[in-house]
């Protein structure tokens, strides 16, 4: 509430206020606190008016600018089967053929090989590399996990055709 009005001989519990125009998701509370909801979804500028509540001709406007919260951030698995051969030289497939993000980028991941697997690696851009010293039949899970939400995560197996 600071950064919108200074009381003088008085507080903000003082005054009512209102929200002009109304805005969904925006709120004044009692104390001159705003609330914007996360539901918000477009800019858009509003009025806050104090009015002392004894003395209706003592009133002060602030105008603000309301913005929503980005959308989160998703990561999903690309659909259908994804190879590295590294039959006969050091295979790689890169990010976007094994994951697809939404709101966001392949920069805002981390990557991991999820159970370790020797001679694969993930570079931090997502690139998956295996080496051509590989010499079983295995796979690869690699997970993506958002460096800012955590709890954003997916995982894609890739098969893996070993040294020949």
């Known amino acids: 509430m600071d950064k919108l009005f200074k009381f003088e001989n008085s507080t903000a519990t003082d005054y009512n206020f209102a929200v002009t125009p109304a805005v969904a998701g925006v709120s004044v509370a009692a104390n001159g606190t705003v609330t914007v909801l996360s539901a918000t979804t477009t800019a858009t500028s509003a009025t806050i008016k104090a009015t002392n509540k004894t003395e209706s001709g003592v ?3 602030k105008q603000i600018t309301i913005k929503p919260k980005p959308p989160a951030p998703t990561v ?4 259908g089967v994804v190879t590295a ?9 890169t990010v976007d053929k094994l994951f697809k993000f939404g709101n966001s980028t392949a920069t805002d991941y981390t990557y991991a090989v999820t159970p370790p697997v ?3 690696s993930v ?3 997502g690139t998956v590399t295996v080496l051509n010293e590989t010499t ?21 197996e890739i098969a893996i055709t070993p040294k020949s």
């Open 136 to 156: 079983t039949d295995t796979s690869a899970t690699i997970k993506a996990t958002n460096k800012t939400t955590s709890s954003v995560t997916a995982t894609k």
């Open 123 to 125: 570079a931090a851009n």
């Open 59 to 61: 009133t002060a406007s």
């Open 76 to 79: 999903s698995a690309v659909a």
């Open 85 to 93: 051969d590294a039959s006969s030289a050091d295979a790689t497939v």
């Open 118 to 120: 020797t001679g694969v």
